[in-house]
């Protein structure tokens, strides 16, 4: 086995086996988030469940019971009729039973609709806690749907005896028939769907790429500063191997377990928003929008080369610290401000932004892997391309810089003093 | 030719004057040991010729060899243990002893025969197969040592081999030297404050004070010399410090 190989496996070993790292990294997103979006769907689902509605009918026409009726007929609806003298002896005995919603019919119900008169009914949620109440919500939401279907058929009633053929047309007017113009084609979805579909996705990808971002300089910075915490430095820095392959084993191991942790964070955020999210069953090749091979490729090639630079910039910054704690503080300080800026593009393309700014998000290397992850869907390659180009030169110039000061006595004597003289 | 040769080696640090211009030689298979006071300039110079520090001026070889220079050679003859080191902490005592054996050893048998060596040299037995996070310091120096020996080094650069250990470690330590440098030949630079560690394990002494080196010779010649019982009022008339007298 190579020196090279030796040592990053090592590295793996030593992160590997670090209790806290394989805890924050690992066990976090793949357990606590799909758990806590599990209790969020329970409740959600629960919601969904059965709604028990009491009735509290004042009214003693024939629209009061043919509602009654309806909702008695609405699906995942139980109805508990309740007989009270008054609205609040009503709410009293329906809080008793358990009940999510009381329905009062009032006493002129039926003779406001015959006298052609807006009628009302009043729907009370009841909370037994102070929890979300999402149970009420939902009942009253329920309620709300078959009410207006109830409106709807009342009122349909009423214009076929005024002579009218089709109330459909007088209900309805106008009808909008909602559709997308997505890449020179026409899609038969309408425009909020299409934009939910790609807000989703331009929302999951910048969270992905920062979380790997400054997971893989936490843990480089880490890697550099533990060897001087632990004052195992100056033994590495005289063994019999290259000085540029110890910094390439450190890149290379941590950058495995930073993949590691950033598709355990993938998997567990995709099953916590997904768990959230109502699924719209559309995907984005729906939309036309295909990936080609080249185009992922080149998008692969493009993260690889963040994670190399944010990994040797981290190397470089940890150089100056002289434990873990102060490696974190100062590369937080560092790659949070950089990476930051990049998610203005969840909100806009970087073709709608002003030129100036539009350049000074290119300027900053965290911008290009969301850049390019736009490029790819819209077959850009030439954008891509810039930016393996600009990406490229930046990662050799900090990895030679991070080989450089690797090969002087900085290594060991650099440091910041943090307002402090030491 | 020396194992080493220094010759006017000087280290700034910024405005501190670490070194002002050292020389000495070491021959081969000898213990040389760098006597004096903390702020000496001691660990600068076994820096130095470790390849960890550059000197500000002068020149040093191993073994006919640059430490500036030929860097990279050095690192191939040498094995250093600097004064507050540890090892990888998630790692087992065996794993460290594995890892770095298979950096030194041309091949697995090398690598074999060099584990062999360091868990012998370690005395630690069963717990070596313990995490390093559970070791003493004494335990913890212990499997240094083992690592900087069992490689066989050309050169032992030690830098305070047994500071701050209670009395058995400490013995333990200075014991497998000085079997270790008996049996197999190796030439050993180390430093130290303690004189009778050095009386104890060095052929040869450099008295080193203020970054200039004082007086070389034998433990012997320098009690002679000074007309001195020990090595360490060899130092205090060597330095001109008599200090406070009670009787």
Request: charged residues 20%; hydrophobic residues 45%.
């Amino acid at each position: 086995m190579s020196d090279f190989w030796i040592m990053a496996k090592k590295e793996m070993k030593n992160l590997i086996r670090d209790k806290k790292l394989l805890f924050g990294l690992i066990i976090v997103p793949l357990v606590l988030y799909p758990a806590m979006g599990k209790l969020m769907q329970v409740g959600l689902e629960k919601a969904q469940g059965e709604t028990h509605v009491a009735i509290a009918n004042f009214d003693d026409g024939e629209y009061g019971m043919v509602l009654v009726k309806t909702l008695q007929n609405a699906p995942n609806v139980t109805v508990t009729l309740i007989n009270a003298s008054s609205v609040e002896k009503a709410l009293e005995s329906a809080a008793k039973k358990n009940q999510n919603v009381l329905v009062v019919i009032p006493r002129n119900f039926s003779e406001s609709i015959r006298e052609n008169k807006p009628a009302t009914v009043e729907l009370y949620g009841i909370f037994r806690s102070t929890s979300t109440g999402m149970k009420e919500s939902v009942s009253e939401g329920r309620i709300n749907a078959v009410i207006a279907v109830l409106s709807e058929q009342i009122a349909r009633i009423k214009i076929q005896k005024l002579g009218v053929t089709s109330p459909d047309a007088l209900l309805h007017p106008v009808r909008a028939e909602s559709m997308s113009y997505l890449k020179n084609k026409i899609i038969p979805i309408s425009p909020s769907v299409v934009s939910g579909v790609l807000a989703s996705q331009s929302i999951t990808l910048p969270i992905i790429v920062f979380l790997m971002v400054t997971i893989t300089a936490q843990m480089a910075a880490g890697a550099i500063a533990a060897e001087k915490e632990n004052k195992t430095l100056e033994t590495l820095l005289t063994l019999p191997v290259k000085r540029t392959t110890i910094v390439a084993s450190k890149i290379t191991g941590t950058a495995l377990m930073g993949l590691i942790a950033a598709l355990a964070y993938m998997i567990g955020m995709r099953s916590y928003l997904g768990s959230l999210g109502v699924q719209s069953g559309i995907s984005l090749s729906d939309l036309g929008l295909q990936i080609t091979p080249e185009g992922m490729v080149l998008f692969a090639l493009v993260i690889f080369l963040t994670i190399i630079f944010s990994l040797s910039l981290a190397m470089i910054l940890a150089i100056f610290a002289q434990d873990v704690q102060s490696a974190n503080t100062v590369v937080s300080s560092v790659i949070l401000p950089l990476a930051f800026p990049a998610f203005i593009l969840m909100y806009t393309g970087l073709g709608e932004l002003p030129v100036e700014i539009r350049y000074a998000l290119l300027a900053d290397p965290f911008t290009h892997p969301i850049a390019a992850y736009q490029y790819m869907f819209s077959g850009n390659y030439t954008g891509m391309l810039t930016s393996i180009a600009y990406l490229a030169v930046l990662a050799a110039l900090t990895l030679y810089t991070t080989a450089r000061i690797f090969s002087t006595e900085k290594v060991l004597t650099a440091k910041i003093g943090w307002g402090r003289k030491s | 030719m020396p194992a080493v040769k220094v010759e006017n080696l000087e280290k700034d640090y910024g405005k501190v004057k670490a070194l002002k211009g050292i020389s000495f030689e070491i021959n081969e298979g000898e213990i040389f040991g760098l006597i004096g006071p903390n702020g000496a300039g001691k660990s600068t110079t076994l820096k130095i010729l470790s390849t960890l520090l550059a000197p500000t001026g002068g020149r040093a070889e191993i073994f006919g060899h640059d430490v500036v220079k030929e860097a990279p050679r050095i690192r191939e003859l040498i094995s250093y243990l600097p004064e507050e080191a540890g090892a990888y902490k998630n790692l087992t005592g065996r794993e460290y002893l594995e890892f770095m054996a298979k950096l030194y050893a041309k091949n697995e048998r090398d690598a074999t025969k060099m584990i062999k060596l360091g868990v012998k040299l370690s005395g630690l037995r069963d717990r070596l197969d313990d995490k390093v996070s559970t070791y003493s310091k004494g335990m913890t120096r212990k499997l240094l040592l083992a690592r900087a020996l069992m490689v066989k080094p050309k050169l032992a650069i030690l830098d305070e081999p047994a500071s701050g250990l209670d009395i058995i470690n400490a013995y333990t330590i200075r014991k497998t030297i000085r079997e270790f440098a008996r049996n197999e030949g190796v030439t050993f630079l180390l430093s130290s404050h303690n004189m009778l560690e050095v009386e104890f394990l060095c052929h040869r002494v450099a008295l080193i004070d203020s970054g200039r080196i004082i007086d070389i010779g034998t433990p012997r010649e320098l009690k002679e010399r000074y007309d001195a019982e020990n090595l360490e009022e060899v130092f205090m008339r060597a330095v001109g410090a008599g200090g406070g007298h009670y009787e």
